[in-house]
């Protein structure tokens, strides 16, 4: 594959610096356009001194700013997102501002300046409760239960749109949650920084059996890496592990990797939080097509994440 | 059925002030929004001296808007979109905002206000070139091929989050094209006017094989009325006819009902316009279940609106 400029949106972020690693490996020239409203500057920080990398503070609401960030590049991955599923109901109209509105003004910068591909991070949440586990791609059309998920499907017909019209090639990745060094949201974290204040309680949202795939953060970067180099877009993707895992087992694996027994007590009931989905595991089938495979099981992925933490402690301030 | 206080936005187009003129006749009281972008004053004029019929002409883009036209309502028919599914790539960040940025803060409002009842105007279109014809609700999840479909299929997800969430009631109707009195786009419009202008010739998108099923208003309105009725809510609703027509079919009706044989220039390819689907039949076996049926055919439909149009030469101004 030869080498690309890239802009990677949400660079600063978990996925995205993750990515960002990635592609500089590969030789890639990358541009970062991050608001660093959840996103890192430590989490590039290495990269501070590699000219291939340049790095932009701004915000994406701006459609001139959408213009600048993709202008001379080959390719865009669109991470950049609100990601806070659980708060939705807070400010019930940023998902579909920074989800969807966005996403479309990036989508319009593409087709303004002729950028053809387009990879966008999609969520396994879109399935809403699915009928169908493990689901396919081809799962009946779902009712949305969270506002976060609302907007990346929003986001994926507005893409949809634009690729069916001749304008992108689009390959869309539904996600499943994503663990590994710099997570920095949701349950194993929340745990961590629980224990980690204090060893001997833990407080858990739900009844403990909610069920979940989870993918390490260098599987999920192999396959966005991989899909820069495909000729013909392959459209929509699931991108997870064939594994489940339990909040429970998930609990037993952090206390185990900080040497702890904490008293734990569940807030009750089988959702975390209203919208949140009880069971989720996604049929991989196409994306192992094209010969990507895992290459870590989810009780590493979290005991990695749980050393990353432990590591790295400045994340929680 | 009690009579109630209902919200219908875009009041002045089309579908909505003929659901004005169903509402009023059942006695219930009605407010009007409208920004008089398409609606017609003339479409309600006939009502000025009903005092249980209030328009407000006002742009629902304005938060504080919506809260102003919710307040006070038990139900809230939200119509008001662009329904310019053709020009989509004219203007690309209209339909966002119009059909799905707006169709939030109207929800924004029921939650913060307490209003329940939700009706939604949504579209057939968003199955895309559905692969299942009949088209059922729970078809496999498709990609969006109009960004007017788009942003309505986004509006959906965003209703289905705060159905789900428990915050509305809400009734998804997804239409098949609408016919009859006071249509004012679509081919049967562009026929006709371009047939009043000069009978001897009519120029046509496509190739005359797009087989499309129509609804008559009455019809379509009656089913609306009906839903609210409905102490619960019954999700995503399909709302058609059990027939279809090609397009070329659709001429030859026009043609005799204005008794005119012009000669007919086809654009070619099975598309009208890039993102039409060419062939679109929804099943309706979900609507029909509540014991809503059609009344009209399709090729009543047809003349109804051409002797409409031909009375009302005005619209074409």
């Known amino acids: ?54 790095v932009l503070k701004a915000d994406l609401s701006d459609e001139g700013i959408c213009k600048n960030a993709v202008a001379g590049c080959d390719a865009v991955f669109h991470l950049a997102a609100n990601a806070d599923v659980r708060h939705g109901w807070d400010h019930p109209l940023f998902d579909i501002q920074q989800n969807t509105v966005v996403t479309q003004s990036l989508l319009e910068a593409c087709r303004l300046t002729g950028i053809r591909k387009f990879v966008f991070s999609s969520t396994g949440s879109v399935y809403g409760d699915a009928k169908q586990i493990p689901t396919t791609e081809e799962c009946p059309f779902p009712i949305q239960t969270s506002l976060y998920a609302a907007s990346k499907l929003a986001a994926e017909g507005l893409i949809g749109a634009y690729s069916e019209a001749g304008v992108i090639d689009a390959t869309i990745f539904r996600f499943v949650s994503i663990l590994g060094p710099r997570y920095t949201h949701g349950h194993v974290y929340d745990f961590v920084k629980q224990l980690l204040a204090d060893p001997t309680k833990l407080f858990v949202l739900g009844d403990g059996t909610q069920t979940k795939s989870y993918l390490h953060i260098n599987d999920c970067v192999a396959a966005l890496v991989q899909s820069l180099g495909w000729n013909n877009p392959l459209g929509i993707l699931n991108l997870g592990t064939t594994e489940v895992v339990q909040v429970r087992e998930s609990i037993a694996l952090i206390t185990q990797a900080l040497k702890c027994s904490p008293e734990i007590q569940y807030s009750g009931g089988n959702q975390g939080w209203v919208g949140d989905n009880p069971y989720i595991l996604l049929a991989t089938d196409q994306i192992r097509s094209t010969g990507w495979s895992t290459s870590a099981t989810i009780a590493s992925s979290i005991v990695d994440t749980v050393n990353w933490l432990t590591e790295n402690r400045w994340v929680f301030n």
């Open 1 to 54: 594959m030869s080498t690309k400029k890239v802009l990677v949106t949400g660079g600063a972020g978990f996925i995205g610096s993750n990515l960002v690693d990635a592609l500089l490996a590969s030789n890639h020239r990358v541009r970062v356009v991050d608001n660093f409203s959840t996103g890192k500057r430590e989490f590039l920080s290495h990269h501070i001194s590699n000219s291939s990398l340049e």
